[in-house]
């Protein structure tokens, strides 16, 4: 068995329109959810091993208060340049591709592919939109990575910082 949770970046900020889409910081608001967002995260048990981060600096800065909040190792974060506004097809690709001694792997990403990677993961879920700094927790019924697909995943829980019901 295991777990993949999947981790739309924090708020970023737009004050800066010069500035390049992947070194958009994160907003003040952005700032403030990652690690509310860490805390409930941790209240849960949520322990991955593997961090998975694109290079933007918004999922970076998001990764980073993930695993300062979650008690992981700065090591458990990896950037792979895969993941910056990645589609479906890619994302899942990435993922297929880890190492099956990962039982735990959180992607921190970008819409809207992670949102589509989370309908396609399961079907039921039918989320429109994955807000900044939601989570989508999945249990994943396989020994190995490469066989991630709908028929061997189940919904954990949704959540993300505006979700009345978690507080």
């Known amino acids: 068995m295991k777990r993949l949770t999947l981790f739309r970046h924090a708020k970023s900020s737009w004050n800066d329109p010069g500035l ?3 070194e958009r910081p994160l907003s003040s608001r952005g700032a403030r959810d990652a690690p509310a967002m860490a805390a409930r995260l941790a209240s849960r048990g949520e322990r991955p091993g593997l961090i998975l981060t694109s290079h933007a600096v918004r999922a970076m800065t998001t990764a980073r208060a993930l695993a300062t909040g979650l008690g992981s190792p700065g090591e458990a974060i990896r950037v792979d340049r895969r993941l910056y506004l990645a589609a479906p097809r890619v994302l899942l690709d990435v993922l297929r591709e880890q190492d099956d001694a990962d039982l ?4 921190v990403g970008h819409n809207p592919g ?3 990677v989370a309908n396609r993961l399961l079907p039921t879920l039918a989320v429109d ?3 900044t700094s939601a989570v989508v927790a999945i249990a994943v019924d396989t ?20 979700n009345a019901e978690s507080r």
Do not use: A, E, I
């Not at 735990?104 to 992607?107: G, N, P, R, S």
């Not at 709908?150 to 959540?159: E, F, I, K, M, N």
């Open 20 to 22: 390049p889409d992947n």
């Open 143 to 162: 020994y190995r990575w490469s066989q991630l697909g709908p028929t061997v995943c189940r919904l954990l829980y949704y959540d993300y910082p505006k």
């Open 114 to 116: 992670l949102t589509d």
């Open 104 to 107: 735990h792997v959180l992607v």
């Open 129 to 131: 939109n994955l807000p």
